[in-house]
């Protein structure tokens, strides 16, 4: 924040609790007092925000005589997703979203790949959950906007197929799901059909 900003701030500003003695002031804070300050400012009651955005990533390597899934379809590749659930990156990466915009933990320390029992799991395991949390905290998706990245196959034929697996799963209106697919340009591990990767961005809207 620019030093002007900061000064022009009123002192009942949503800001002031950020803008004590500190870092703002060109002093660098104790990590232990700004922790303790972290610690306050998390007793008191969370803001009711009426939109959470959320973002997520996932990648995953490519391996021969491996299913390929993508949003719950299951495509037709010479190889698919290396992972310790089905690998289904679109989903892992729509659920990392949503559990972003909610300040939840991620996908990994929810579901580990190192516990037995996700081994093999079907992705809308995962979905269920973090849309469960969701609707606990009070929100439902307003839309959402998927990239996934792949060399190969092309992804067109299948999209509408994910698309209603996602709509179903969300309980959302086709319009407020969007899935895109571009390629690498054949460059690096995702353009030499190595892996697939894939971005997502949520918003979410508190419930009336
Ligand atoms: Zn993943």
Redesign the pocket.
């Known amino acids: 924040m620019a030093d002007t900003q900061r000064d022009t701030l009123p002192t009942g500003s949503r800001f002031a609790p950020f803008l004590g003695r500190g870092i703002h002031e060109g002093q660098p804070a104790q990590p232990t007092a700004r922790r303790a300050r972290c610690q306050v400012r998390a007793a008191a009651s969370p803001p009711a925000l009426p939109f959470r955005v959320g973002h997520g990533f996932?990648l995953?390597r490519l391996e021969p005589d491996r299913q390929l899934i993508i949003g719950g379809v299951t495509i037709p590749h010479d190889r698919g997703c290396d992972?310790h659930s089905d690998?289904d990156?679109l989903m892992?990466c729509i659920v990392d979203a949503i559990l972003g915009a909610l300040s939840l933990p991620d996908?990994g320390q929810l579901f580990p790949d190192n516990d037995p029992k996700w081994k093999g799991a079907a992705s809308s395991v995962f979905m269920k959950e973090a849309i469960k949390r969701m609707r606990e905290a009070g929100y439902s998706l307003g839309n959402l906007d998927a990239t996934v990245i792949l060399q190969r196959p092309k992804l067109s034929p299948h999209k509408e197929a994910i698309k209603a697996i996602l709509c179903e799963l969300l309980e959302a209106h086709p319009s407020c799901i969007n899935i895109k697919a571009k390629t690498h340009e054949k460059v690096d591990s995702l353009g030499e059909n190595r892996s697939v990767a894939c971005h997502t961005v949520v918003l979410l809207l508190k419930d009336s």
């Open positions: 996932d995953h992972a690998g990156v892992h996908i």
